[in-house]
């Protein structure tokens, strides 16, 4: 079982950033790839950013894409994700999961391939 704990959330007004965190608990954070996560009230839980087990492989989605960095410490057991000129319509609840041992540089994007999920920190932008 591996422990993923988000933070860094919180209420902002549109155009600030933020930068989440997700720690793990794992010894062997570089076996696993990471994503980011959100679900809006009312809506599906999305992928906004995944990286690979190599860091040099990163996906986001559409909506993010030019505003949304992601990026791992597996020193600190920490991946990231900045969030810059954030939109009311990031407003959600983002959270972080991990794969287990997919290829070095393999995108995982489909929430059935992330093995372990984080219980969230809470994003809330206003206009």
């Known amino acids: 079982q591996v422990h993923l704990v988000e933070s860094g959330g919180g209420s902002v007004q549109a155009g600030e950033n933020l930068r989440l965190s997700c720690t793990t608990s794992t010894s062997y954070p570089d076996l696993y790839a990471v994503g980011w996560f959100r679900q809006a009230p009312g809506k599906e839980r999305e992928l906004v950013a995944s990286i690979s087990r190599s860091g040099e492989v990163r996906y986001y989605s559409d909506s993010v894409k030019g505003r949304f960095t992601i990026s791992r410490d597996d020193g600190r057991k920490t991946a990231y994700l900045q969030m810059a000129t954030l939109q009311p319509e990031d407003t959600g609840m983002y959270y972080c999961?991990?794969?287990?041992?997919?290829?070095?540089?393999?995108?995982?994007?489909?929430?059935?391939?992330?093995?372990?999920w984080g219980q969230g920190t809470q994003v809330t932008v206003s206009s």
């Open positions: 999961a991990v794969s287990r041992g997919p290829a070095y540089d393999e995108m995982v994007t489909s929430p059935g391939e992330f093995d372990f």
